[in-house]
């Protein structure tokens, strides 16, 4: 599967990169944006751990930091790779298993910088007639909540995403067969997800916060397992998601890399100095959900959230350890800093 995923993920570079370029991306990096600002592009899956991103480009925090950011939205987190190795993008949000993964394949064009969510943010959501059918709550065990999607019709982003592997590795602690004892289906961003458990096409979901917290409060859909909450104990402690950079761009331009992690620094201390007020400047980021929706969210993800963008190296080696043994990478991975990880670009 990890060749087949690292085919299809390389096989779509170029129609991806082009698109990228289109929005502003340079695959030379460092380029004279506007007013002379360096140029910047980021490739990302809509979230609300994105918060600081989307608050360090409403408020001008880039552009006084000399920085011309354009955000790049994607489908899924996995579109984000290609883009970002072939220097299209500067940076992407993504998960340590992705970058880890690659490593192992022999890719090291990518290198984390700049650390968001310290623990696995992923929020079940199934739909109520089933989950009371299977006689499960959130206050379950969960094992009963694993073993609970047993036959369901399971929506992902796209194969090989960090939705796939992670909701595979439920079904394997439940002791299931993934390609027997369920239906992954892949359905594309929040809003698809969203839309596919309401008409119900799929039985359940999981994606980080809001789309789950809105299913919950329009009546179609109940939370099983919060991952901001920390529902699942080897994920509570993690090194989970943050923005990768183009290895060689950062290494070229080191203040602007720097500049970049400031900027989203000023904007995370918004989130969480009052996560209402920062909801208010970014609900219209959000392709689902109202204020209220998005403020549960913040004030939920708070604890997740990384206050400063430095990665612990004990954190990282726990997370590489954790990830091998359930088997989302096939590796463990190399824990020293410069390898998958550095502090360099950050005041840490």
């Known amino acids: 599967m990890r060749g087949q995923r690292r085919s299809a993920i390389m096989g779509g570079a170029l129609a991806l ?34 918060a ?35 220097g299209s993008s500067q940076y992407a949000d993504l998960g ?43 206050d379950s065990p969960i094992e009963a909540r694993y073993a609970a999607l047993k036959g369901l019709r399971l929506g992902v982003t796209s194969p090989g995403a960090a939705s796939d592997k992670y909701m595979r590795y439920y079904l394997r602690e439940a002791g299931l067969d993934p390609e027997r004892d369920a239906e992954i289906i892949a359905i594309g961003d929040g809003a698809s997800l969203l839309a596919a458990l309401e008409t119900r096409q799929i039985d359940a979901y999981q994606l980080s916060p809001p789309t789950p917290y809105v299913a919950q409060a329009e009546g179609f859909g109940t939370v099983l397992i919060d991952g901001p909450s920390g529902d699942v104990p080897r994920f509570a402690d993690f090194a989970y998601t943050g923005f990768a950079a183009n290895r060689e761009w950062a290494e070229a331009n080191p203040e602007a890399a720097r500049a970049f992690n400031r900027a989203l620094n000023a904007g995370m201390e918004q989130v969480l100095t009052d996560p209402h007020a920062a909801a208010a400047k970014i609900v219209d980021r959000m392709s689902a959900g109202d204020l209220p929706v998005l403020q549960q969210t913040l004030d939920a993800l708070a604890p997740a959230l990384s206050a400063d963008g430095c990665f612990d190296a004990a954190a990282v080696r726990s997370t590489l350890t954790v990830m091998h043994e359930v088997e989302i990478t096939d590796t463990a991975g190399d824990p020293a800093e410069g390898v998958l990880w550095t502090n360099a670009y950050n005041q840490c």
């Open 17 to 50: 990169a082009l698109t990228v370029a289109a929005c502003g991306g340079d695959a030379g990096g460092g380029t004279a944006g506007e007013g002379g600002r360096t140029a910047i592009t980021v490739s990302s899956l809509p979230s609300a751990f994105l």
């Open 52 to 86: 600081p991103l989307y608050i360090a480009e409403k408020d001008g925090i880039f552009e006084r930091e000399g920085l011309d950011v354009t955000i790049v939205e994607l489908q899924s987190g996995a579109d984000g790779v290609p883009a970002a190795i072939s």
């Open 96 to 138: 340590f298993d992705d970058l880890a993964t690659l490593a192992a394949e022999g890719e090291g064009s990518l290198v984390m910088v700049h650390n968001l969510v310290r623990r696995v943010t992923f929020t079940l959501v199934m739909n109520p007639d089933v989950a009371r059918e299977r006689g499960v709550t959130r």
